[in-house]
């Protein structure tokens, strides 16, 4: 069994910060690509940041705002985001592809942590 646990969600005002975490426990062999998404009320969820194992990748509307980085050792993925906007407000889950000792491949999403920003 696999669990990914968010943390670090919160309510902050406009230009201010927080660093999501999300770690994955379990009978994990390792971890491919990791990745935060967002779903504000009433859009569709959408993908914000990706982490490989060659490149770090970012939505267009958080560049220069937000980091993406992992640590494979705590097998932890975290999103680092600053100048935060209203528009940033949405609930964040992370996934991730998990590779098991035989070789097998599967993606686990996190329960998701609300993020609010107050302008």
């Known amino acids: 069994q696999v669990q990914l646990v968010e943390s670090g969600g919160g309510l902050v005002q406009t230009g201010g910060s927080l660093r999501l975490s999300c770690a994955a426990s379990?009978?994990?062999?390792?971890?491919?690509?990791m990745r935060w998404y967002r779903q504000a009320p009433g859009k569709q969820r959408e993908l914000v940041a990706a982490?490989?194992?060659?490149?770090?990748n970012y939505t267009d509307s958080v560049k220069g705002r937000f980091t993406i980085s992992r640590d494979n050792a705590k097998n932890t993925v975290y999103l680092q985001m600053d100048s935060l906007k209203p528009e940033d407000t949405a609930v964040y889950y992370c996934?991730?592809?998990?590779?098991?000792?035989?070789?097998?491949?599967?993606?686990?999403w996190g329960q998701g942590t609300q993020v609010t920003v107050s302008s």
């Open positions: 996934n991730a592809d998990i590779v098991f000792r035989l070789g097998s491949t599967r993606r686990y």
């Open positions: 982490v490989t194992s060659g490149a770090n």
């Open positions: 379990g009978s994990i062999f390792s971890i491919g690509a």
